[in-house]
């Protein structure tokens, strides 16, 4: 199939409105940490500039997956300012009285969304000829149709469009929604389903996507000085980022006239930003699928989080208001409703618990109660007026407070009554089994068995079904039943903590029989979804994949090794692409070790016994003693102590060494290695302020034993770069060092984390904690974030409705 996407070069000269935008807002801020937060002013700036093109009343209609991006970009106050009356969704179908005259429809670029788009526009358009007909017709004027495809405009799309008749009824544009802040330090392109669509669709819209998101960063905020990464998908987007960059350069296409930022900013180093480290999911596929055990974690686990939201189904949505004494109770006769709330930073409460274990987020919740009720008692002491004036001035944060501590700890007792059950404890113990390199015993096969024998072909995971829970909810009296997603969290994990060896075609056969038998004949699409993706492999599919590395291995030219610094600007650009050259796998090239899990817990210390819930002084705290390989990864390029274990003792000492070992062989005085040398700078005990030091040096046997490409790569500009920038009047080398974006300040810059295929609340807590621990900033940008039910539910064959 036609792979344009992820080597396709940016739209520069139409993002640069949108860069000039970013860059007047940050000029004028003096903080030394990327503004990221600005960002969703750009994106709401750009929103409502779509939303003012028709001047009309106006309907929206939304695609689902888009619903939750958009409404944390904009709230719905300030759509009604601009002119929307109504909001449906693209699976509803509004009567066209209930719809004005202007009708904009935002969608993400499918073919099956496309012919969704198609019936509306016919449906409402044959209404609107037979109201214009009808002597009774209030209105006889015709519609105006808008469609703006998210995050890119195709050509796919508009030929679909085509074919069913409607393209010319509809003006089609794009709304450029790049990376969202959900946080300060989270970025979030809001794109469902990527993982499946790389590895299963071979489909690399999502590859062109996130490149031009980075795009825009490094528009922003000057190009990252260095791109490393791991991975498959890692290195194709790596190539992409430097094909966009190189034909920015070449074309001369930076910013608009008078924005502000020519291609001097495009060739300029961040000072915001000293390196991007890109994770592709395929390496860590243990961590999503494993019980989150952090506050936000579980929430997200029991309830579902969307683009920063948690829909309360009806029950946990009347406990809430049941703990609000404030609220007004709902009559006997009311039907309960659903209920939707924000979970940002901006709840302080929320704030200072979401990152913790929850095992520590009860004492936490009880202490900031005393304290909230002290605060309310201090106003007996108030006697003078200013005390008085002081006391009701605070009176609103303390009642905002009061509030949300109310609504936590309705939170927090679902989410304990759901801990404190048999099967959740007995899944939490198959799973800490498996990370710990054990095999599971007769019980908790059992239970495996247990769970297939009560299956519920209907339930769907937490966040799947948002705020349906994680499963059906039992009988009165009954036995709980059980989700598919959950049946095949246990089992993908066996598969990859014990290895491909330890699935025997036997027990292949029959948990394939059992799972069709309880779920339907359908799932044999699921079950062969997973095979490939290499989450639970057959062992004829894993052989056959094994047999095929192994040939693409032997037949692989010689690669650069893995912290070989190259400069950007003097490597010819390929037409191909890398994607024509390589071929994606989610299976280690060059494994040396029957089950690589079992070798990678030990080198990287994957699991830790004496771990410090409560205070936290180690990653592995998100999971009560396992720690993601993904953030290990960061860890491993920060030369964190951490990922040195007593087995690997040697590796440290080696890395103690190497920088004198290298200044000896060299012949000269001692000095620090240059970073593009991929040699260690600094002791593995020292973190200098965290981030990068030094590149994937020392740790080839780590990266042997992980699946995919890895990248490391210098975007220092070279002799080519240097003539091209002295031909455009930027200047040379020197010129151009000097063109550093200066406009967020001179902190030490941030190291931004891309997760490529998703990621969980567990990997962002782990993240925070590193930049506690390192005094460095480490920002989370993904495609989505996930849990083990949405990471699966893009693998899960549904039944036709």
């Known amino acids: 199939m036609p792979r344009p996407d992820a080597n396709a070069s940016p739209n520069a000269a139409a993002d640069a409105n949108a860069d000039a935008n970013a860059a007047a807002t940050t000029s004028a801020a003096a903080t030394a940490e990327p503004a990221l937060l600005q960002l969703r002013d750009i994106l709401r700036d750009e929103l409502i500039a779509i939303l003012d093109t028709v001047r009309a009343a106006k309907a929206l209609v939304l695609d689902r997956d888009l619903a939750g991006a958009l409404s944390s970009i904009v709230d719905f106050g300030l759509l009604k300012d601009h002119g929307v009356d ?84 509809l003006a089609v544009g794009e709304f450029r929604m790049h990376f969202i802040p959900l946080e300060a330090d989270l970025l979030s392109l809001e794109l469902p389903s990527t993982f499946a669509e790389l590895y299963l669709d071979a489909d690399f819209s999502a ?39 190189r034909e920015v350069l070449v074309s001369g296409r ?40 952090t506050y936000e974690g579980l929430v997200g686990e029991v309830f579902g989080i969307t683009s920063g939201h948690i829909t309360l189904p009806a029950a946990a949505a009347a406990a809430a208001a049941a703990n609000t004494a404030s609220s007004p109770q709902p009559s006997s006769d009311a039907a309960p409703k659903r209920k939707r709330l924000p979970l940002n930073s901006g709840d302080p409460v929320f704030r200072d618990i979401r990152d913790m274990n929850f095992s520590s987020v009860g004492a936490l919740l ?87 024998s009560l299956a519920d072909p209907g339930a769907r995971g937490a966040g799947v079904a948002a705020g349906n829970g994680a499963d059906a909810a039992a009988p009165a009296g009954g036995a709980p039943q059980y989700s598919i997603h959950r049946v095949l969290r246990v089992m993908c994990l066996y598969a990859l903590c014990r290895g491909p060896a330890a699935v025997k075609q036997k027990m292949y056969d029959a948990w394939y029989d059992e799972v069709i038998a309880a779920f339907g004949h359908h799932h044999t699409i699921t079950m062969d979804n997973l095979s490939r993706a290499g989450l639970l492999p057959s062992p004829q599919s894993a052989a056959a994949a094994a047999a095929a590395a192994d040939a693409a291995a032997a037949a692989a030219a010689p690669t650069a090794p893995a912290s070989a610094a190259v400069s950007t600007a003097d490597v010819p650009a390929s037409d191909a692409g ?50 993601p390989l993904s953030v290990r990864l960061v860890q491993c390029l920060a030369r964190d102590p951490a990922v040195y274990s007593a087995p690997t003792s040697s590796r440290y000492a080696d890395m103690l060494l190497r920088p004198l070992a290298l200044t000896l062989q060299a012949g000269r005085p001692s000095a620090t290695p240059s970073v593009q040398s991929g040699d260690m700078e600094g002791s593995p005990g020292v973190h200098a302020g965290g981030g990068v030091k030094s590149g994937w040096g020392g740790w080839e046997d780590v990266l042997a034993e992980l699946p995919g490409e890895t990248v490391d790569v210098s975007q220092e500009l070279g002799v080519a770069a240097a003539a091209a920038a002295a031909a455009a009047g930027v200047g040379g080398h020197d010129d151009v060092a000097e063109a550093v974006v200066r406009r967020l300040g001179e902190k030490p810059p941030a190291t931004l984390v891309v997760f490529l295929g998703g990621c969980t609340h567990t990997e962002v807590s782990a993240l925070r904690l590193l930049s506690q621990l390192h005094n460095h900033r480490y920002i989370a940008a993904t495609t989505q974030i996930i849990n083990g039910n949405t990471f699966l539910d893009s693998l899960i064959q549904h039944a036709p409705v």
Do not use: W
């Not at 924005?259 to 001097?264: H, K, N, Q, S, V």
């Not at 991007?276 to 860590?284: L, S, T, Y």
């Open 207 to 245: 590859i062109g996507y996130v490149a031009r998101a980075l795009m825009r960063l490094q528009a922003v905020y000057g190009f990252f000085p260095r791109i490393l990464g791991k991975g498959d998908y890692a290195a194709v987007l790596a190539d992409a980022m430097l094909r966009m960059r």
């Open 578 to 627: 890398l994607l024509n050259t390589l071929v994606p796998s989610t299976r280690p090239r060059h494994s040396v070790h029957t089950n690589p899990q079992s070798f990678l817990r030990k080198a990287l210390n994957l699991v830790v016994t004496d771990v410090r819930e409560s205070d936290p002084d180690d990653i592995s705290y998100v999971y009560s003693g396992y720690a």
């Open 86 to 169: 109504r909001i449906f969704l693209l699976d509803d179908e509004p009567s066209a009285d209930a719809l004005p005259a202007g009708v904009i429809f935002f969608s993400l670029p499918h073919v099956r969304k496309m012919k969704l788009v198609a019936a509306h526009v016919r449906r409402l358009s044959a209404a609107t000829a037979s109201a214009s007909a009808s002597a009774t017709a209030t209105s006889a004027g015709p519609r105006d149709f808008s469609l703006q495809l998210v995050p890119r405009r195709t050509l796919l799309c508009e030929r679909v469009l085509e074919e069913e008749g409607v393209l010319g009824d």
């Open 366 to 452: 009880s202490k900031m109660s005393r304290q909230l009720q002290l605060s309310y008692e201090s106003r007996h002491s108030a006697k003078t007026v200013q005390e008085i004036r002081s006391f009701v001035g605070a009176l609103p944060s303390l009642q905002a407070e009061h509030q949300s501590l109310k609504t936590h700890v309705a939170l927090a007792e679902a989410i304990v009554a759901r801990t404190q059950e048999d099967d959740f404890n007995a899944l939490l113990d198959i799973e800490q089994t498996l990370v710990a390199g054990a095999d599971l015993g007769k019980e908790q096969m059992a239970y495996l068995d247990k769970m297939l």
């Open 254 to 293: 930076g910013a608009a006239p008078g924005a502000g930022l020519g291609r001097d900013a495009v060739l300029a180093t961040s000072r915001a930003f000293d390196s991007v480290v890109i994770i592709d999911r395929a390496v860590d596929l243990v961590t999503p699928l494993l019980t989150q055990l």
